[in-house]
């Protein structure tokens, strides 16, 4: 019973994991799941080209203003058709001011660079602010043209098809750890079985072997026993006479008194003097 019932969990959960999996994965999705995530997050992106032109001890700057979204990204290409080295600053507008009057300020590391004459840069954003790509021009003492193409990218919430995911992934594990747990139980019982039938199987030897042994100690003594006795002679049996009401009846029987004699002369008397010697009794 046991056995059974071990075939039937694995057989049941073999079935619902891929009742789950043909259910929930689409067709055609990608095996990896970072892949599959990233095909079904939502983001706007929005793709733009300018030529800048900036004068000597000048700047220019583009202006990202990001409101809607979770997250945002900007990618951009920087140029110089020239050739001659201008810095780059990605910085908000609070540190744009300071920059401008000459002030220290704070800009993003992964969108600034010094003395280049081309770049790519990728700034990930997670607060909504006015942000500006802050070109100088302080290292020429002529105009330059900058060729700037850049991408913005505002990310939204995991849309409904995506929700289905992280259950689905919490479902097969524990699916899959119940497999497991199932099928080293199965190995278990079913080495467990042929030690359980040798031991049945000694145990009912021994025990027809003990019978076998008693029951020809038995035929013995029941040989022995019949040799030695000896054929009983039947003795008559006493016959119970029912009493008489005369037998039950007592009898009474009267006293007769015995005869006295002489302590002197050894005759008998009947009196308490001797009447034959005179002497007392």
């Not at 959960?13 to 095909?39: H, Q, R, W």
């Not at 202006?63 to 058709?81: A, H, M, P, S, W």
């Not at 060729?147 to 289905?164: D, K, L, M, P």
């Not at 029912?242 to 009267?254: L, N």
Request: glycine letters at 4%; aromatic letters at 12%; charged letters at 25%.
């Amino acid at each position: 019973m046991k056995k059974f019932r071990c075939r039937f969990s694995l057989m049941l959960c073999f079935i619902l994991l891929v009742i789950f999996l043909g259910c929930n994965l689409p067709l055609g999705s990608t095996p990896y799941l970072l892949e599959t995530v990233a095909d079904h997050r939502e983001f706007e992106v929005d793709k733009f080209e300018e030529n800048i032109t900036i004068s000597p001890n000048g700047l220019q700057s583009i202006d990202f203003n990001l409101q809607e979204g979770e997250e945002f990204e900007i990618i951009f290409t920087l140029q110089v058709k020239e050739t001659l080295p201008i810095d780059v600053w990605f910085v908000n507008e609070d540190h744009y001011l300071l920059l401008v009057n000459g002030a220290q300020f704070l800009f993003f590391i992964d969108g600034s660079e010094q003395e280049v004459t081309y770049t790519k840069k990728i700034v990930t954003l997670t607060e909504h602010d006015l942000y500006k790509l802050v070109m100088t021009n302080y290292y020429n003492n002529q105009t330059v043209e900058v060729n700037v193409i850049y991408e913005i990218r505002a990310y939204y919430a995991y849309s409904g098809e995506t929700s289905y995911l992280y259950p689905l992934l919490f479902a097969i594990v524990i699916l899959v750890v119940l497999v497991i747990v199932l099928f080293i139980k199965y190995r278990g019982l079913k080495q467990a079985e042929p030690k359980v039938s040798k031991k049945t199987s000694s145990k009912k030897g021994k025990t027809h072997k003990a019978k076998k042994a008693e029951s020809k100690i038995n035929e013995k003594a029941l040989s022995k026993k019949a040799k030695t006795r000896k054929p009983k002679k039947e003795e008559p049996k006493a016959v119970e006479i029912a009493p008489s009401k005369e037998a039950v009846e007592p009898r009474v029987f009267e006293k007769t008194p015995s005869p006295r004699f002489c302590g002197h002369c050894g005759k008998p008397v009947d009196t308490p003097y001797c009447k034959h010697c005179g002497r007392k009794v």
